[in-house]
Nanobody, 123 residues
């Protein structure tokens, strides 16, 4: 499945952005969809995930209460609503798909990746 992210951009501290990730093929109920981010010179880190069928979500501690992951089953699209953005949220954000729904928080658990979208938060 091919994933295409959109919605990145430049915002000031405290601002909001909504990222979208559209899949080229149907996302089946076994899938877990995840968002990761990678800042310059750093590893790719887990941000959030959603189990496609149940809608169960999980977040890394640093974004809890500020970010919300959701999905539109009819559109095979997953979203990441990011509020109260901070400069430390600056990174390239990647959408990923795990067809076996393992709930992985490591990149190695995901077999499909988008190209990434840049999010820059100014102080």
């Amino acid at each position: 499945v091919r994933l295409v992210e959109s919605g990145g951009g430049f915002v000031q501290t405290g601002g909001s952005l909504r990222l979208s990730c559209a899949a080229s093929d149907r996302i089946f109920s076994t899938y877990t969809m995840g968002w990761f981010r990678q800042a310059p010179g750093k590893e790719r880190d887990f941000v959030a995930l959603i189990h496609w069928e149940s809608g169960t979500t999980y977040y890394t501690d640093s974004v809890k209460g500020r970010f919300t992951i959701s999905r539109d089953i009819a559109k095979d699209t997953v979203y990441l609503q990011m509020n109260s953005l901070k400069p430390e949220d600056t990174a390239v954000y990647f959408c990923a798909a795990d067809r076996w729904g393992s709930g992985a928080v490591l990149p190695v658990g995901y077999g499909y990746w988008g190209q990434g979208t840049q999010v820059t938060v100014s102080s």
